[in-house]
């Protein structure tokens, strides 16, 4: 139970900030940012999760986008 049936892959979400790990983890924005799967409307500052319209970055808004 709990499981949605037909949607298909989730999308992953990256973290709002890197942990700057020497293995990039799955989901470390600049890793995403380097490979394009980078959310539409966002970019990587400073390690940071950034949008380009310089709004907050919210999780829900992320999820929206994502």
Do not use: F, H, I, N
């Not at 298909?8 to 942990?19: I, N, Q, W």
């Not at 700057?20 to 970019?43: F, I, N, W």
């Amino acid at each position: 139970m709990g499981k949605s049936k037909g949607k298909g892959t989730v999308a992953k979400l990256p973290k709002v900030k890197c942990c700057e790990s020497r293995k990039k983890c799955g989901r470390c924005p600049l890793r995403m940012l380097k490979e394009g799967t980078l959310p539409a409307g966002y970019t990587v500052k400073r390690r940071q999760l950034v949008r380009l319209d310089g709004t907050k970055v919210t999780k829900k808004k992320l999820a929206k986008a994502a």
